[in-house]
């Protein structure tokens, strides 16, 4: 069974600072997905990457792929009270690409 | 263009009644979804379709729990006899394809009394 951690769960930063989320599962998979969820919303897709030193970027966020680790990470750089969220990845198996697997999100709150 | 879109965004039940919530997915999406969230937890997968069928339905919960698209579009999720655990937001989302980026829509808040 494909297991999906994230860590932290729950991040508090200052604004102008930088940090990282991590994401970690237990199988082989060759798609990871990265979602933001603001409160009481549905969920944004962020980034999708496919492929072993995957590393995609939008504004502050940016999201790598180790395969052969079985990580990701979300790195915030100069965080802003606008990213104050939180933050799924998600991972299909790769025997079956429509069945994502998501971890317990990261809430990220950003203070001024 | 028009996201995917879910009604009732709202459903209050008793427990034992018969719930049915409707997914419309993006115009030419292939691939639906289902998904179950609980508070403060990641959605729980239920079941997927491409096109008409039920490519993978392992993660409905038992047998109360069933999923059609009969045209390969829209999408209804029902449940039968609801209990109390059922209570949660159910997510849809869709995709041009099976493992391309997925699309949600906002959910039905679903609560069994």
């Not at chain 1, 102008?16 to 991590?22: L, Q, R, V």
């Not at chain 1, 998501?102 to 950003?110: I, N, Y």
Request: proline residues 4%.
């Amino acid at each position: 069974e494909l297991k999906v951690e994230q860590n932290p769960l729950f991040l508090s930063m200052q604004e102008g600072k930088n940090y990282t989320i991590y994401c970690n599962y237990s199988t082989t998979s060759d798609r990871l997905y990265w979602y933001r969820q603001d409160p009481g919303k549905s969920l944004e897709s962020l980034f999708v990457l496919l492929s072993n030193g995957a590393v995609k970027q939008e504004g502050r966020l940016m999201a790598s792929l180790d395969t052969k680790a079985r990580l990701s990470t979300l790195h915030i750089t100069a965080a802003v009270h606008d990213l104050s969220a939180t933050y799924f990845c998600a991972v299909d198996i790769k025997t079956n690409a429509g069945k994502s697997t998501f971890g317990d999100g990261t809430t990220l709150t950003v203070k001024p | 263009g028009a996201g995917v879109s879910q009604t009732p965004s709202n459903k209050v039940t008793e427990k034992g009644k018969y719930v049915e919530l409707r997914c419309d997915p993006i115009s030419g999406h292939t691939a639906l979804y289902w998904y179950r969230q609980s508070l403060g937890q990641g959605p729980e997968f239920l079941i997927y379709f491409q096109g008409t069928g039920a490519a993978d339905d392992s993660g409905l919960p038992n047998d109360r729990f069933f999923a059609v698209r009969p045209e390969g579009s829209v999408s209804t999720l029902k449940i039968q006899r609801t209990e109390r655990g059922d209570s949660a937001v159910y997510l849809c989302a869709s995709s041009t394809g099976t493992g391309y980026e997925q699309y949600f829509g906002p959910g039905t808040r679903l609560t069994v009394t």
